[in-house]
């Protein structure tokens, strides 16, 4: 039958249009911007181009269950590009990159997928370890053959950051010690090399990791800290790298620079005469007063920074690492995420190796800034605050396989012993 009104589905683009959009593509334009100036939608212009025997690539990067960045991948000529959903930083698959190249793509690839989640079937919906997840549909092999070799390693699966002087963020010096830190040139990561002390290389970051599983179990929140290798110079130092918490517009201010700004002091004579709990106590409070913030909220916070030193054994809290975020974007303080835990389980004493027995070394082990006995301070918390109910369905704190020195064993023994004592 002749169609004389010309009825029935036509062809939405000619085989010339076709073609010309396969240049301009072919130069760098992207599928949206093409697909939108036709008229037509992003899959139908995928269709076309796919038999002209182009094999576009969508890659939808996810953040929290949501949309956070469309990668639009040409593997066969090397392209890419993106379309970014989320406002924050942090959350993007390039973070402030916004027109990220081929390496840029490879890096993404190899960090976010493949190698903490391998090559699996085309289609299939990835968990990575630190939550994100992503979707590469109808790859159809293209994976092959492809260099993911990114990262420089050493053999192993630790991701290696190479560092040159304008990377680096403070070289800090102390006593007859020090401790590189940086930040990766994407600005993704901060990273934190392990403390030198005496010329001793101390696994702070073995404590780290220990501390981030701790405050998992807890349900504390806090930076997650991974392990990688830290390199500037000739050097190769363990580190863990942690997410730049400034991509997300917040501003760590110090407890000890809040009481400058305020006038106000910890070294006077009546904090220094308080027990452990009332300077708990009073910290959270100046916390709460200069920040406009419920007091529930800060002690909460004081109270799991406390829980935490006892249970590493940190002497190291002292008050320019803890205090406030200030929320640039929202002009507001929050309560801060916690970190810097690693001088704990004895990795803050150079002559850890040296004592005769655990008992000799605990007397080198302190939580500041309360003074204490780590043990004792956990056992005064519980009297205040009942621990088991405050962290609930925690019978005894499960500490990560990662130091295996006998003063760190035998001091996760007797932590452990001492929280199931508790009612």
């Given at each position: 039958?002749?169609?004389?009104?010309?009825?029935?589905r036509?062809?939405?683009?000619?085989?010339?249009?076709?073609?010309?959009?396969k240049?301009?593509?072919?130069?760098?334009?992207?599928?949206?911007?093409?697909a939108k100036?036709?008229?037509?939608?992003?899959?139908?212009?995928?269709?076309?181009?796919?038999?002209?025997?182009?094999?576009?690539?969508?890659?939808?990067?996810?953040?929290?269950?949501?949309l956070?960045?469309v990668?639009?991948?040409?593997?066969?000529?090397?392209?890419?590009?993106?379309?970014?959903?989320?406002?924050?930083?942090?959350?993007?698959?390039?973070?402030?990159?916004?027109?990220?190249?081929?390496?840029?793509?490879?890096?993404?690839?190899?960090?976010?997928?493949?190698?903490?989640?391998?090559?699996?079937?085309n289609?299939?919906?990835?968990?990575s370890?630190?939550?994100?997840?992503?979707?590469?549909?109808?790859?159809?092999?293209?994976f092959d053959?492809?260099?993911?070799?990114?990262?420089?390693?050493?053999g192993?699966?630790?991701?290696?950051?190479?560092?040159?002087?304008?990377?680096?963020?403070?070289?800090?010096?102390?006593?007859?010690?020090?401790?590189?830190?940086?930040?990766t040139?994407?600005r993704?990561?901060?990273?934190?090399?392990?403390?030198?002390?005496?010329?001793?290389?101390l696994?702070?970051?073995?404590?780290?990791?220990i501390?981030?599983?701790?405050?998992?179990?807890?349900?504390?929140?806090?930076?997650?800290?991974?392990?990688?290798?830290?390199?500037?110079?000739r050097?190769?130092?363990?580190?863990?790298?942690?997410?730049?918490?400034e991509?997300?517009?917040?501003?760590?201010?110090?407890?000890e620079?809040?009481?400058e700004r305020?006038?106000?002091?910890?070294?006077?004579?009546?904090?220094?005469?308080?027990?452990?709990?009332?300077?708990?106590?009073?910290?959270?409070?100046?916390?709460?007063?200069?920040?406009?913030?419920?007091?529930?909220?800060?002690?909460?916070?004081?109270?799991?920074?406390?829980?935490?030193?006892?249970?590493?054994?940190?002497?190291?809290?002292?008050?320019?690492?803890?205090?406030?975020?200030?929320?640039?974007?929202?002009?507001r303080?929050?309560?801060?995420?916690?970190?810097?835990?690693?001088?704990?389980?004895?990795?803050?004493d150079?002559?850890?190796?040296?004592?005769?027995?655990?008992?000799?070394?605990?007397?080198n082990?302190?939580?500041s800034?309360?003074?204490?006995?780590?043990?004792?301070?956990?056992?005064?918390?519980?009297?205040?605050?009942?621990?088991?109910?405050?962290?609930?369905?925690?019978?005894?704190?499960?500490y990560?396989?990662?130091?295996?020195?006998p003063?760190?064993?035998?001091?996760?023994?007797r932590?452990?012993e001492?929280w199931?004592k508790?009612?």
């Amino acid at each position: 039958m002749k169609n004389s009104r010309n009825a029935g589905r036509k062809a939405s683009l000619t085989a010339d249009q076709v073609r010309a959009l396969k240049l301009r593509w072919e130069a760098g334009e992207s599928v949206s911007s093409l697909a939108k100036e036709c008229g037509i939608s992003r899959q139908a212009l995928y269709k076309h181009l796919r038999e002209d025997g182009y094999t576009p690539v969508r890659i939808e990067y996810c953040v929290d269950g949501e949309l956070s960045t469309v990668i639009e991948a040409d593997f066969r000529r090397e392209r890419i590009h993106i379309i970014n959903y989320a406002a924050q930083l942090s959350k993007r698959a390039f973070g402030f990159d916004e027109t990220p190249d081929w390496d840029d793509f490879l890096q993404f690839l190899e960090h976010e997928c493949l190698r903490k989640a391998g090559a699996a079937e085309n289609g299939v919906r990835f968990l990575s370890e630190n939550g994100k997840c992503f979707l590469l549909p109808d790859v159809e092999g293209e994976f092959d053959g492809i260099s993911l070799q990114v990262h420089a390693t050493d053999g192993t699966d630790v991701p290696v950051f190479h560092f040159s002087k304008e990377d680096m963020l403070l070289y800090r010096s102390d006593t007859d010690g020090y401790q590189l830190k940086g930040l990766t040139p994407d600005r993704r990561y901060f990273v934190k090399a392990q403390a030198i002390m005496a010329g001793i290389k101390l696994r702070d970051w073995a404590v780290e990791i220990i501390a981030a599983g701790l405050c998992r179990q807890f349900a504390i929140p806090y930076v997650e800290q991974r392990h990688c290798r830290f390199v500037y110079g000739r050097e190769m130092l363990d580190a863990v790298y942690s997410p730049n918490f400034e991509l997300d517009g917040y501003t760590f201010i110090s407890f000890e620079s809040l009481l400058e700004r305020n006038r106000r002091v910890t070294k006077d004579d009546a904090f220094i005469r308080m027990d452990a709990v009332s300077k708990l106590k009073w910290c959270a409070g100046q916390l709460a007063e200069i920040a406009g913030l419920e007091y529930d909220r800060t002690e909460k916070y004081m109270l799991d920074l406390a829980v935490l030193d006892c249970l590493v054994g940190n002497v190291d809290r002292h008050t320019r690492n803890f205090g406030l975020f200030y929320d640039n974007d929202k002009g507001r303080y929050e309560v801060p995420l916690v970190f810097d835990s690693g001088m704990g389980l004895f990795e803050h004493d150079h002559f850890r190796d040296r004592y005769k027995d655990f008992d000799e070394a605990m007397r080198n082990v302190y939580v500041s800034p309360y003074g204490e006995d780590p043990f004792e301070m956990l056992q005064l918390l519980d009297q205040e605050f009942h621990l088991k109910n405050v962290y609930p369905g925690i019978e005894a704190p499960d500490y990560r396989d990662v130091l295996t020195t006998p003063f760190a064993l035998e001091y996760e023994k007797r932590m452990r012993e001492t929280w199931q004592k508790f009612d």
